[in-house]
């Protein structure tokens, strides 16, 4: 046994679970206390066979944080965090969250520009591991295009830092062998060939890898200037249709955040406005004329689309007006004790002509196998969160619930989508992953993952399916659920209705 292998049944039952679906009891958790301890305990997984689980916060949703080897908590020992305002850089260590790099970085005028929702606890290792990104993603991308470097530790214990512009070690692809390559928008669905086909950087194999090619120790980060002013407007539609022309129009007009909110999740929020669908858009411009002339425009354009106009012109007025937006979240905690939101179909990506059409099916879907949903995401890049509620209570509701992943899968294939745009494919998604790239492109996925983990101790299951992968198999809910100590299990629920993923699984032992 390597050094602090911890084994209390206790412990082990409360990494049990992350953000999302699953509840797989570990064998272990290892909690290192610096590089040298994740290289130890890498090589002595090589020589025993056993799986590692790399974890941050646990936020993440497609069970990339879960698994039955040794879960390694990586979300507390590598707070190292330097700013360099003079570069515009940030050495971050992988427990850095997002917000304590943004408070870092606000004295210097300065920020990283994704910013995912789950920014106040979501890690700096967590966000390169699934390619995060956010509602500001539609003008500044993903993480990836703010990578500079990453410090790992391989497969084979290596410590090493892998540099934008250092080239691979791995063979660059011919761009020809990825004809069938999605074009979306945004895509965190398997590693990222087609990045590095472009770009020739391993470095663009590592981000999105989801823990599956080496532990993330640390990020140097690219900064970006705050802009001076901003400026925003919600607008009402009562008609789905009506986004085939307000996306593509708004998202011309370079907004820096596009939002959707449809009428599945608006009435659920106490005194938000209902109607089919509102876009929240934020628009960020060098000075306060030139952001107010711009959401004047976006009301013009869209005049005869409106049911419903509500604008901002500065920072507290978007404050208020992001309001119905933060409130989704505490929605969604209130359902009742049978009702679970379940991210089963949560982070499917289309292109944007095609996003109508799919928040439409998605809500025809739902309602064809009896699963409430509330749908939400980001508008500007295509991009659609849906959350399941199904009533647990109800005896078919297991079944339902595959229907409906099974229906939306078809849907995004059809559309020319992917089922990650942000979140990673995880265990959840694996599985289908061969659907949407072609039996060619999982070959390639499994010669990276033979070339950077040979052994397969690295996330297995994750990305490359397990051979029994079974999306709906392992659920926190159910009869046929782990079980865990019952207060817990209680704990976990209450970190989940409170996203108090900062929470360290310690303390939930206790």
């Known amino acids: 046994m390597p050094p602090n292998l911890l084994t209390d049944a206790r412990l082990r039952a409360a990494y049990a679970e992350g953000a999302g679906i699953y509840r797989i009891v570990p064998q272990a958790v290892a909690i290192p206390r610096d590089v040298e301890e994740i290289a130890a305990l890498v090589r002595w997984a090589a020589e025993t066979g056993t799986p590692l689980v790399p974890r941050g916060a646990g936020s993440g949703m497609p069970g990339g944080n879960v698994g039955a080897g040794v879960v390694v908590d990586l979300s507390q020992p590598f707070q190292r965090l330097d700013v360099n305002p003079d570069r515009r850089t940030a050495a971050a260590g992988a427990s850095v969250t997002w917000a304590q790099l943004a408070d870092a970085a606000r004295p210097y005028g300065l920020r990283l520009p994704p910013d995912p929702s789950s920014g106040a606890f979501a890690t700096c290792g967590g966000m390169v591991a699934t390619n995060a990104a956010g509602p500001r993603s539609v003008r500044y991308g993903s993480v990836r295009r703010w990578v500079e470097a990453v410090e790992i530790v391989g497969a ?287 070959a390639q996925f499994r010669a990276v993952k033979r070339a950077y983990d040979p052994l397969s101790i690295l996330n297995p299951g994750v990305i490359i399916p397990a051979a029994d992968w079974a999306p709906l198999a392992a659920l926190k809910v159910g009869e046929d659920a782990a079980a865990i100590p019952d207060d817990i299990a209680q704990r976990l629920r209450d970190v989940e209705r409170n996203a108090a993923w900062a929470t360290p699984k310690l303390e939930l032992a206790r």
């Open 156 to 442: 084979d214990g290596e410590i090493r830092t892998v540099r934008r512009g250092g080239g691979s070690r791995y063979p660059v692809p011919d761009t020809r062998q990825l004809r069938n390559f999605p074009k979306t928008r945004k895509n965190s669905s398997g590693y990222a060939l087609d990045r590095f086909a472009e770009s020739g950087d391993e470095l663009d194999l590592l981000i999105g890898s989801e823990g599956t090619l080496a532990f993330v120790t640390a990020v140097h980060w690219r900064l970006d200037p705050i802009p001076p002013d901003l400026a925003g407007v919600a607008l009402g539609f009562n008609d789905l249709a009506a986004l085939a022309e307000a996306v593509p129009f708004l998202v011309s007009l370079n907004p820096s955040a596009l939002e959707l909110l449809d009428a599945s999740l608006l009435r659920l929020i106490p005194n938000a406005p209902l109607h089919d669908v509102l876009l929240l858009a934020e628009f960020e411009r060098e000075t306060a004329a030139a952001a107010r002339g711009v959401v004047g425009d976006a009301v013009r354009g869209l005049k005869h689309h409106l049911a419903h106009v509500e604008t901002a012109v500065d920072r507290a007025g978007l404050e208020h007006l992001w309001e119905v937006r933060r409130l989704a979240s505490p929605a969604l905690a209130r359902l009742p004790a049978s009702q679970r939101s379940l991210q089963v179909i949560e982070d499917g990506c289309v292109p944007l002509e095609r996003l109508g059409e799919y928040v439409a099916e998605v809500r025809a879907a739902a309602e064809r196998h009896g699963v409430p949903v509330a749908i939400f995401g980001h508008a500007g890049d295509g991009h659609v969160h849906v959350n399941a509620l199904p009533d647990t209570t109800h005896g078919a509701w297991l079944e339902a619930l595959a229907a409906l992943f099974a229906d939306v899968t078809d849907l995004l294939i059809r559309l020319g989508g992917v089922p990650a745009g942000e979140h990673g494919a995880g265990r959840l998604r694996a599985g289908v992953l061969e659907r949407f790239y072609g039996a060619e492109g999982m």
